[in-house]
């Protein structure tokens, strides 16, 4: 049983029909509004496009964030690599 308290998570994204996503692996979620989701996880930034999107369930123990909405894109960036989360980050992100 130790082995579930691994600092390493597995990084899942299931999506259904543009409409629903459920994605794991999650460590933090640094914003969102109804356009867009931004996600620190296991592999790197995620970026979440779409119209009426929603945050429904937030488990940061689990590491787990279902989405709802019209998901227009997806988009990793591997900003920084150190895993440091700040404005720096957020610059490289969006440049």
Known sequence: ????????????????????CTINGVSDVLSFDIHEILLETEQG??????????????????GEVDVDGRI????????GG???????LLTKLFR
């Open 45 to 62: 930034m995620l970026m979440i496009k779409g119209d009426d999107l929603h945050v429904n369930r937030l488990t940061l123990e689990k």
């Open 1 to 20: 049983m130790e082995e579930l308290n691994s600092s390493t998570r597995m990084h899942k994204v299931t999506m259904t029909n543009r409409r629903s």
């Open 82 to 88: 150190s895993g440091h989360k700040g404005e720096s």
């Open 72 to 79: 227009d894109s997806l988009t990793y960036s591997d900003a």
